[in-house]
């Protein structure tokens, strides 16, 4: 089943570096860069290479150091200015939401509480590289809810021009696609930012899944996902964009990096299809949003454990009449998380769940599920309009994400030119 892997958090673990793993010793707190008066030590770059090493499944050798040391300097920096204007701001993460997401992680991975830190220990790295991480990523989230949300906003004419184009495509083929995207804010980043997205292609090729390397280096919001963007319509895509990935079979990636007018991407082609197919014709083809609902289970839980969970998730669910109310009753609920799943197609989940997804009223929660170590609770936001066409909902949501994306990334864009970087390396 697709909901419980797409909880997983590792967009959070990016990031790496082309240190040697041994260093000597008079060298290992060596400041190799400066952000804002801030300090990144030969140390913490080589605590950060053997993160992404365990994660990312790349084999930790001086070659794959070599290739990504870039990336991983840019990455670093990004989460000290990210941190920076979050202390500015009086923004931070609260201990409790770091903690949320180190379970988070624990429970995507099949692990028991404590396990990302005895897995960070065993390999030689310490806890607080991770919780570092979590918390740029925490307080980035904040800042672009404070500061970029509220100057976004879209229309009905907006809604209805993409509704528009969806009818005109009816019948002609939609693509799943999957991105790796690395921004270029100055015209002389271009070439330096080429080569580096031409490092993670050679990854790529050399075996590193590409969800893994979306997930590291991606700077769109689909790295969390591991670069899925979902299927894509005719239209819908930057034209160099859409004209790469015309020429890929489904399974295969773009040769090179395409140029954007942002930056470079590397695109993969998952699926293709042919677009419009009736909802009512074939109901495997329905598209919804949900959210859902996790309430831990002890690990070997037995009957008694795991009936008391279903308990407590039916008495959850009898408090639902929307989206917003599984998310609220996830903050209340001790130990249970929630998380957003767009675009899920109900011919993908098994069949006892699919059949409620079709039946369930918007808003409404089906369920309890047993899943592996959890009892999973499922609301369903939105589905497809009539003819196979998202409903205006999904469309406002799109839009939405999109705008967001784009004025995140010009925050970001102008908060690197404001500070004051000292690279020495």
């Avoid at 697709?2 to 040697?20: D, F």
């Avoid at 909802?279 to 959210?291: D, L």
Wanted: glycine residues 8%; contains cysteine; aromatic residues 2%.
């Amino acid at each position: 089943m697709r909901l419980p892997r797409l909880l997983t958090l590792l967009a959070v673990m990016a990031g790496l570096c082309a240190l040697p793993t041994a260093v000597p010793a008079q060298d290992s707190y060596r400041i190799i860069a400066n952000v804002n008066s801030q300090g990144i030590t030969q140390y913490e770059l080589g605590q950060r290479i053997k993160l992404t090493m365990l994660s990312s499944r790349m084999a930790d050798t001086p070659a794959n150091r070599a290739q990504v040391q870039r990336q991983v300097l840019r990455q670093m920096i990004d989460e000290r200015i990210q941190l920076d204007e979050g202390l500015r701001s009086q923004i931070k993460a609260t201990p409790s939401e770091i903690r949320e997401r180190v379970q988070q992680l624990e429970q995507a991975n099949r692990m028991p509480p404590g396990g990302i830190e005895q897995a960070l220990r065993g390999s030689g790295i310490e806890m607080s590289v991770l919780i570092s991480q979590i918390e740029a990523n925490v307080v980035w989230a904040k800042l672009v809810r404070r500061k970029v949300r509220g100057t976004i906003d879209v229309t009905d004419s907006e809604i209805d021009e993409v509704l528009n184009q969806l009818r005109r495509n009816v019948g002609k083929s939609e693509n799943r696609v999957a991105e790796i995207f690395l921004a270029v804010d100055r015209p002389d980043q271009a070439d330096e930012v080429l080569r580096n997205a031409q490092r993670i292609l050679e990854q790529i090729r050399v075996g590193t899944p590409f969800a893994v390397m979306a997930q590291q280096f991606s700077q769109a919001a689909s790295a969390g996902t591991g670069g899925d963007l979902g299927w894509v319509l005719p239209g819908q895509l930057d034209p160099a964009l859409e004209a790469a990935i015309a020429k890929l079979q489904p399974g295969r990636v773009t040769e090179q990096p395409v140029r954007s007018a942002s930056g470079w991407h590397i695109m993969a082609l998952i699926d293709r299809r042919t677009f419009g197919a009736a909802a009512s014709a074939n109901p495997a083809e329905i598209r919804v949003n949900v959210a859902q609902l996790l309430l831990p289970l002890p690990q070997n839980a037995n009957q008694d454990e795991i009936a008391r969970a279903k308990g407590e998730a039916e008495r959850i669910m009898a408090q639902v009449t929307k989206c917003a109310d599984l998310r609220a009753a996830a903050a209340r609920t001790r130990g249970a998380t929630t998380s957003d799943v767009d675009k899920l197609r109900v011919g993908d989940l098994p069949p006892n769940v699919a059949q409620q997804v079709i039946a369930a009223p918007i808003g409404r929660a089906i369920g309890p599920f047993a899943l592996q170590g959890s009892i999973q609770i499922i609301a369903v936001c939105s589905k497809e309009g009539d003819g196979g066409l998202p409903s205006r909902d999904a469309i406002q949501q799109q839009i939405l994400s999109g705008k967001l994306e784009g004025a995140a990334r010009r925050y970001m864009r102008d908060l690197r030119r404001a500070a004051i970087i000292d690279v020495r390396v």
